[in-house]
């Protein structure tokens, strides 16, 4: 189903089939055909074994798991198989990966070393080019990220090789830890361990939003018609970069109307070294037309017990009340800029892949005039004309 996805979303099947000859791998064929579920057209892929090559029991194509030719290999084997074809270092890397989940959950549920596990279904001739065909997809679509939404495991049982197991299987299991996933949409393994293996290797991030543009869609046909659509869709998406950072806060204020204004500029900075983000001072009335201040102070949640501990032991306050927020920041890069006067530093802040301002240092700034015993004015001006000369040369 995987393949059959990524070649409806466009990857050349005959570019699959010519990477994958670069396996020392034979006795197989892989059969492409579009087909139906539940009115939805997409793409099904059917590894068929040569007879040569196949169980005299066993089905001659694959059915999915605990009905795969069952040519065992070890992981040892497995890894001497992919490293030394012809695929390229990137395809080979992404195949262990995967077989590295399986190899793990196997070790795992038999209670042996790594290396010593035996591969049963996942082990057989059509899941390798399973495995390996889903690292030569993703290699040769090279996305940015591959993101996943909750995993539909299924329902029901499944044959296995040491016998019938309720879904998930118990190499499922292990390899779906700390992933979302449900169960019970259908009465059926939606997903085998070869495809938990996938995911696992293969996704950077598993969530149900969907905050990007679809730029194509690809189905990938299951051998089994079920009462929802038995297809695996895959999205092609963009997404514009977005360089914000929400980040949880507290402001923590309290009001002060009793105390020697001289104090302030020094708890302020108290108040930035004990982890403040911003201190700000706001004229309020209070009670008995009482002239007061409102000093109010942002910290993330690492910092709040050292600026409680600055405002009690700093200031004549008696207590201060605290409220949750969230601080959103535009992404912000420094760099030098050479002006005629000398270096200054200047912070540069992003919105969606975009340069939206810019402002020299202030301390720089400062230092330059105090030296060359000019305004601070004509210095702000020459950086503003040197960002100007960067800003022309881009457009």
Avoid at 199 to 206: I, S
Avoid at 211 to 228: H, N, P, V
Wanted: aromatic share 6%; with cysteine; net charge negative.
């Amino acid at each position: 189903m995987n393949l059959g996805a990524m070649i409806d979303l466009g990857v050349d099947p005959s570019y699959i089939k010519k990477e994958l000859s670069k396996l020392p791998v034979h006795g197989y064929e892989i059969q492409i055909g579009t087909d139906t579920r539940k009115g939805i057209s997409g793409t099904r892929v059917q590894v068929i074994i040569d007879s040569d090559h196949q169980h005299p029991d066993e089905s001659h194509h694959h059915q999915g798991h605990g009905e795969h030719s069952h040519h065992h290999h070890t992981w040892h084997q497995i890894k001497e198989i992919i490293e030394k074809s012809g695929l390229d270092q990137k395809v080979k890397d992404i195949s262990l990966a995967i077989f590295s989940k399986i190899a793990e959950a196997e070790a795992k549920i038999h209670n042996k070393p790594v290396d010593d596990v035996h591969f049963h279904e996942v082990g057989a001739i059509d899941s390798i080019v399973d495995i390996v065909g889903a690292a030569i997809c993703i290699h040769f679509l090279e996305p940015d990220e591959i993101l996943c939404s909750t995993v539909e495991l299924g329902g029901g049982f499944v044959k296995c090789a040491h016998g019938i197991y309720p879904v998930p299987a118990p190499a499922t299991a292990e390899i779906v830890l700390n992933i979302p996933v449900r169960k019970g949409a259908v009465d059926y393994e939606a997903t085998t361990p070869t495809g938990a293996a996938i995911l696992a290797a293969c996704v950077n991030q598993f969530t149900d939003k969907t905050d990007f543009t679809i730029t194509k869609t690809g189905y990938g046909i299951g051998s089994k018609d079920a009462s929802i659509p038995n297809v695996l869709r895959v999205f092609l998406c963009s997404t514009i970069k977005d360089e914000t950072e929400t980040v949880p806060s507290f402001i923590i204020e309290c009001n002060i109307d009793d105390m020697n204004p001289e104090f302030y500029d020094y708890i302020i900075d108290s108040l930035f070294s004990a982890g403040a983000k911003d201190v700000f001072i706001t004229p309020i009335i209070m009670k008995k037309s009482r002239p007061a201040v409102k000093l109010s102070v942002l910290c993330t949640p690492d910092a709040e017990n050292r600026v409680n501990e600055v405002l009690f032991r700093e200031t004549s306050t008696l207590g201060v009340r605290k409220y949750n927020i969230d601080k959103t920041m535009l992404e912000r890069k420094i760099e030098q800029i050479s002006t005629r006067f000398g270096d200054v530093s200047v912070k540069s802040a992003f919105y969606q892949g975009v340069c939206i301002k810019s402002k020299p240092e202030y301390e720089d700034c400062i230092k330059i005039a105090r030296t060359k015993g000019i305004p601070v004015s004509h210095v702000y001006r020459e950086v503003e004309k040197e960002l100007s000369k960067k800003v022309n040369m881009h457009e």
